[in-house]
């Protein structure tokens, strides 16, 4: 059960003008949204900063078309100002395209060093058979020219030199080529190797070792290679299906069919700008509905106008639906507010059930609410009503005034007296205490805590310490810890020592008002005393007649009066307490209550 109530966001669609009915049949019935007209309809998007923005967007696409993570083929939900969303989508393609571009050249370069390093292994493999020392190829002389060479096969080079000794390596792909000459036939070496299309082989420095040892660390280097060309190509394939670049693509798509479409054909009145809130929690839901009920139109989720009140969706299921109208007497919370919807289907029957503890009473009750669910569903709150009468007449013995007729499974009323009193006492202490931590949750979600805290937390903790003080008096030196933090809160707050005497008569209202609200649940029990005491004096005025007939009578008209009396004081004193000594401490009244919009059935 969530204590916050669910704020609506504001939504715009354009949908084409033939088409608005049913497009509005269609959001009424997914039952989260509200129609109301938008004042700014005349303020449009600053379409050239829009233009150019996407003009920037599809020029940098345009060179990664085949690497972009696929759109949709409909108009995309847009949360937010077109402006901006066009502004961060390019942003996002830009940081997207970065890191393509640097794996892409990260990778062309990996790869040719692997590459490379199959080439070594394989004149490795060549030249040991021959009796070519791969370390000694290259090892430093004074008069010696050394080269090695590695050609395609069928390009051997086919003269021969003076002075030069030649050995020749056979691999799978190549022809390794090992020169060891004078100094001066390195140019003459080279020209003839270039001409057939040969490459000059560089051996690594950290390719040392015996022939073992050199086949260890190039299968080492081999396998780093390979390992972080497949991680790079997995990070490459992550960003071709990146979700965020998805989204910013369709987001651009849609600011796109927006500026063709909407921004120009809305003043032509080829489509519908319509408006309104939601309390939808899937922004995209909006925009699949329509999708699938085949309408082309766009969602978007703007800010709202400024001087509009959001209104705020309460708890709304079938168990609190009964106690709505009680709530409403009051008025409707903000968004910063706790929903004590939830809260009330249980407190108001505990509260009704109480003060009119009778099985027979409250079986009518619910009998009666239950046969009016559907005609009359303003009298659904007497379902749970009649249900707690009904508890509560099993706990105190009572059935239709009758008090020996079953057994009291907790104490007969009007012998035990001050327990049938001091329990509500106890109960609306604990509600007082709720609605003050009510009142603390709100201050937080107002960015208000700290000022709380101070305040209205030191008066929590006074009031809390005096509850305690009844049962353990060690817990009263609280009270002076509180009082010390409402003064000090007060100093650190206004920073004006003038303002602690209005503190103090401030402490003193609210101290007083807490006192009389929780005393104000004595009445509960004083209505149980005073069932108990006017069914006392129903079956006395009966056994008073001899005749049956007067005697059924009395009992009949009697019960009849106590049914519809004491119901509805019973029902009244309920309400009373609920609003003016529990909502009262949370609670301001001021917010707007969500009307969703929906289909009359049948239509």
């Known amino acids: 059960m969530a204590l916050r109530p669910a704020q609506a966001k504001w939504f715009e669609t354009y949908v084409p003008r033939d088409q608005t009915v049913r497009a509005t049949g269609v959001l009424a019935d997914t039952g989260v949204v509200q129609l109301e007209l938008d004042p700014r309809l ?4 600053d379409l050239e900063r829009l233009r150019f923005f996407l003009e920037r967007f599809s020029n940098l696409a345009a060179d990664h078309a085949d690497e972009l993570p696929a759109g949709v083929d409909h108009p ?4 937010g100002d077109a402006t901006h969303i066009a502004n961060q989508a390019l942003h996002r393609l830009r940081q997207w395209s970065a890191r393509i ?15 490379y390093l199959v080439l070594l292994a394989e004149c490795l493999e060549a030249m040991h058979p021959a009796g070519i020392d791969l370390e000694g190829v290259f090892r430093e002389t004074r008069f010696l020219c050394k080269c090695l060479f590695v050609c395609p096969h069928g390009r051997e080079l086919a003269p021969e030199l003076q002075g030069v000794v030649e050995r020749v390596a056979h691999g799978p792909q190549h022809v390794f080529l090992y020169f060891v000459g004078a100094p001066e036939q390195r140019d003459l070496v080279s020209r003839l190797v270039v001409d057939a299309e040969c490459e000059q082989v560089a051996i690594p420095v950290w390719l040392t070792g015996d022939h073992a040892q050199q086949k260890y660390l190039l299968l ?3 396998a780093l290679k390979t390992h972080r060309i497949a991680e790079l190509d997995g990070q490459l394939r992550a960003l071709r299906k990146d979700p965020e670049m998805a989204a910013a693509r369709a987001n651009a798509d849609t600011l796109r069919w927006y500026l063709e479409h909407a921004a120009h054909t809305l003043g032509e009145r ?30 978007r989720f703007p ?12 708890l709304d299921t079938w168990w609190t639906r009964p106690f709505q109208p009680l709530l409403a007497m009051w008025g409707t919370p903000v968004g910063t507010e706790v929903d004590p919807s939830g809260l009330l289907a249980l407190v108001v029957p505990l509260l009704f059930g109480y003060m009119f503890p009778d099985v027979g009473h409250g079986l009518v009750l619910a009998l009666g609410a239950a046969a009016a669910w559907k005609r009359w569903p303003q009298f659904r709150f007497l379902l749970p009503c009649g249900l707690s009468a009904m508890c509560f007449g099993l706990l105190f013995g009572d059935i239709f005034g009758f008090d020996n007729r079953i057994p009291a499974l907790w104490w007969k009323s009007l012998d035990h007296p001050l327990e049938v009193l001091a329990v509500p006492l106890i109960f609306g202490a604990l509600l007082m205490l709720l609605g003050l931590a009510f009142s603390g949750l709100a201050a937080a979600w107002r960015g208000e805590l700290r000022a709380w805290v101070w305040l209205d937390g030191a008066l929590l903790l006074i009031y809390a310490a005096a509850l305690l003080g009844w049962f353990l008096p060690a817990a009263l030196w609280l009270a002076g810890l509180g009082l010390l933090q409402y003064f000090l809160g007060t100093l650190v707050l206004t920073r004006d020592r003038h303002a602690l005497p209005a503190a103090l008569g401030n402490l003193l209202l609210a101290t007083f008002e807490l006192a009389m609200n929780t005393l104000s649940f004595a009445r509960v029990g004083a209505f149980a005393l005073g069932h108990a005491a006017l069914s006392l004096a129903i079956m006395t ?16 008209v009697g019960n009849l009066f106590s049914l519809v009396l004491e119901g509805l004081l019973v029902y009244v004193q309920t309400t009373r307490l609920v609003l003016f000594e529990f909502f009262t401490r949370f609670l301001r009244e001021e917010g707007r209550p969500f009307r969703p919009l929906r289909r009359q059935s049948g239509g």
Not at 42 to 45: D, N, Y
Not at 102 to 110: D, I, M, N, T, V
Not at 275 to 282: L, M, R
Request: charged share 15%; with cysteine.
């Open 42 to 45: 005349e303020e449009m998007a």
């Open 303 to 314: 800010e709202p106008p400024a001087a509009a009140a959001t209104p705020v969706a309460l």
């Open 220 to 222: 080492a280097q081999l």
């Open 541 to 556: 005025l009966a056994h008073a007649f001899t005749h049956p007939l007067a005697v059924a009578l009395a009992l009949i």
């Open 270 to 299: 080829k489509l519908c700008h319509v408006t309104g809130w939601t309390t939808c929690s899937d922004p995209q839901r909006l925009q699949q509905v329509l999708n699938e009920a085949g309408i082309s139109a766009m969602v």
């Open 101 to 115: 571009d640097y794996l892409r050249e990260h990778l062309a370069q990996l790869r040719t060093e692997h590459d």
């Open 76 to 79: 995309t939900t847009l949360v």
